[in-house]
């Protein structure tokens, strides 16, 4: 049973409507640096006599975009209702405001850097007046799937006002674990040759939006006179290209404001319709009403607009839909390390240092018939910096990453055995030819598409400075078949210098281990907070270190040894790695509702007895664990599960179940005997 399930069916059961007290209907939800005393928060019921949660399916004419700067979010929520099977992903369909069934709580998923994450809400929305302030529906006011997907994400990063300004690929890749592709239409150097490219994605399933931006001299959403608005990000919700003589290619957009069209050529009232028959007008969705939605030439369409954004999915996303390929895609997990591999961008006088950074090898293959005629393949490579959003919310400003980001690709020289990738050279005068050089940049994710022969090939992502620490996610994406490896612990830098690479936990172990090679409690709490901890995370106290310590060596011995060590920085790593799943906005604190299933995610199922002992020891005041509350029960647990399965002491037979110990013992006087909370 679901977190959902069981607390819609706890508040049936006390007739109560959910409250999330994870995200309060207060200000500190809405805006994180200033207050609004006119808000008032109320459920659909109270906004309307019948609100329902999806009317008559979900349609890219549903939301509108309210009283806030998240174009980009509504925009890529449009496109979304256009694949019903990822939309139903997102937005689970068995939701509704039937009256014996509805307890004020709502769930929707986001893919959040690598995993699904359930997230649940209560249905209280901020009003004025009686109406929705934010995203809406204004053709159906009794629909309210927009509003509560759009304050989930709100929740996850911490505030509405985290989600103004931003790129419709970013929600687009949260909505479908898809990679993004940004292009600059400015730039293109053969602008009707991209019109094929849009086409061959769009019949993949990818989703795409367009940016204009705005210019010195214009006021952000102002409208222009061809009725377009700037700093404005727009769906892209068809690609046509008419089989007449002159076969005039034509985009259909659409504004999430749900009104003001271009006015141009192709638009809705224009003379170049009457060419057509009403029957191709209806196939292609054409209207006259202001709905926000218009046809444009793509000519037209280049000159107006700046960016395209392209979110394209792999196989395991596209289930019944009308695109017959789609895309090969690895991800990566990776760190920058300050002295460890955070070589920054090579600039003088680091060039050296550049070839530390993590490095991704990938061999393209040539498909048998891509339908182009030649054997180049797509390849696209994104990186995105974790958690960057959340940063707004808790560093209450409206910039959410301090560190640039960017990534070189490199032909690897020869033929490359992927099982053995430690002699590597660069063909230096590829670099140039390939334009594999991507600018450093300020966001969240960046990426960039290639036409590449096929071959091996190395990536390389980076900081723009040298040791600047972050997580980040690798994607490579190609429309040909390819295989992917990356560096693994022994594979040698290219190019870098002769020395073997030096691991973070070799180094502070060396320096706190002394001449006996060995550690103890505080010595181990050293080394964990300087290596692993990070952010908002909390110290890992004395304590919890002298619980992991007796978890692998028990209470006689108080030190551990290099390989002990490294086995209890390898576990508190995976601990972290769950804490951080279930801290949903980024807070360094992790509700206790969220306890049983992080318990669950390490293999341990912990009963209603033994989670309340929990949290009353740990959460009576503040209904938070921090990490270090975390990593020490799931020791203490673990430990006592280990007592729990011993047969015999003292010559006695011993057979307790483990809830039992756990009521009984998990606090008690620690054991010489040794419990492991992970296999060697």
């Not at 986001?110 to 997230?119: L, P």
């Not at 995105?384 to 400003?397: D, G």
């Not at 949903?584 to 209603?608: P, Q, W």
Request: aromatic fraction near 12%; charged fraction near 30%; charge should be neutral.
């Amino acid at each position: 049973m679901s977190d959902f399930t069981s607390i819609r069916g706890k508040c049936l059961t006390d007739n109560v409507k959910y409250t999330d007290d994870d995200f309060p209907a207060q200000n500190s939800s809405v805006y994180y640096n200033r207050i609004d005393p006119d808000i008032v928060w109320k459920r659909p019921p109270e906004i309307c006599d019948n609100p329902r949660f999806i009317a008559d399916g979900a349609s890219r004419f549903d939301l509108f975009q309210g009283k806030l700067g998240n174009c980009w979010f509504v925009a890529a929520a449009a496109v979304l209702a256009t694949k019903p099977d990822l939309f139903e992903k997102v937005v689970p369909a068995d939701q509704h405001f039937d009256g014996d069934k509805y307890a004020g709580i709502f769930r929707f998923n986001f893919w959040r850097y690598g995993a699904w994450s359930e997230v649940i809400i209560d249905d209280r929305l901020p009003t004025k007046d009686g109406k929705l302030i934010f995203a809406h529906n204004r053709n159906t006011p009794d629909e309210f799937w927009g509003a509560l997907v759009e304050k989930a994400y709100a929740k996850i990063h911490g505030s509405y006002q985290a989600l103004i300004s931003g790129f419709a690929n970013e929600a687009l890749v949260d909505f479908t674990a898809g990679i993004a592709e940004t292009a600059s239409l400015h730039k293109l150097e053969h602008p009707y040759k991209f019109f094929r490219t849009m086409k061959r994605a769009f019949r993949r399933g990818s989703l795409l939006t367009s940016l204009i931006e705005s210019t010195d001299s214009e006021t952000y959403e102002a409208k222009r006179s061809n009725g377009l608005v700037v700093g404005h990000v727009y769906s892209i919700t068809g690609l046509l290209q008419l089989k007449d003589r002159r076969g005039v290619k034509l985009l259909r957009l659409r504004n999430p404001w749900g009104r003001r069209e271009w006015n141009g050529a192709w638009s809705d009232t224009s003379d170049e319709w009457s060419a057509l028959d009403d029957s191709k007008k209806k196939e292609l969705g054409l209207t006259l009403e202001d709905d926000g939605e218009f046809w444009m030439p793509f000519s037209a369409w280049v000159d107006n607009f700046n960016t395209l954004e392209m979110c394209h999915l792999n196989t395991d996303l596209v289930h019944g839909g009308k695109g017959k390929h789609t895309w090969d895609v690895a991800c990566y997990h990776g760190e920058w390390v300050k002295g460890v591999n955070a070589g920054g961008c090579g600039a003088p006088p680091d060039e050296a240092a550049f070839f530390t950074n993590p490095q991704y090898f990938v061999r393209l293959e040539a498909e048998a018939d891509n339908g182009d005629g030649d054997d180049m393949c797509a390849l696209v490579v994104s990186l995105m910096q974790k958690y960057a959003r959340a940063k707004r919310t808790r560093r209450k400003v409206d910039s959410g990453t301090d560190v640039a980001i960017g990534f070189n690709i490199y032909k690897v020289q020869g033929e490359m055995n992927m099982d053995d990738a430690n002699n590597l050279r660069v063909e230096s005068e590829k670099l140039q030819k390939y334009h594999l050089t991507y600018n450093y940049e300020y966001l969240r994710e960046i990426s960039q598409r290639f036409e590449l022969h096929p071959g091996t090939y190395c990536v390389i992502p980076a900081t723009f400075y040298p040791d600047k620490e972050a997580e980040f996610m690798l994607r490579i994406a190609a429309d040909a078949p390819m295989q992917f490896k990356d560096e693994g612990e022994d594979t040698k830098p290219i190019d870098g210098p002769p020395k073997k690479k030096t691991r973070r936990f070799d180094i502070l172990f060396k320096k706190h281990s002394g001449e006996e090679e060995a550690v103890d409690a505080k010595e181990l709490a050293a080394i964990l907070n300087a290596g692993i901890v990070r952010g908002n995370d909390s110290a890992i106290s004395k304590e919890t270190c002298r619980a992991l310590i007796e978890n692998v060596v028990g209470s006689k011995r108080a030190i551990l040894d290099y390989a002990d060590c490294k086995r209890v920085w390898k576990r508190v790593k995976e601990l972290q790695n769950v804490f951080t799943e279930y801290d949903y906005n980024d807070s360094g604190d992790m509700n206790v509702k969220e306890l049983r299933a992080a318990f669950e995610s390490v293999g341990y199922t912990l009963g209603t007895r033994e989670l309340k002992r929990i949290v009353k020891k740990y959460c009576a005041k503040r209904n938070h664990l921090n990490l270090d509350d975390f990593v020490y029960c799931v020791t203490k647990v673990a430990s006592t599960q280990g007592k729990a399965r011993c047969r015999h002491l003292s010559d006695n037979s011993l057979a307790l179940r483990l809830p039992t110990f756990i009521t009984c013992i998990l606090f008690d006087q620690p054991s010489s005997a040794t419990y492991p909370i992970w296999n060697s």
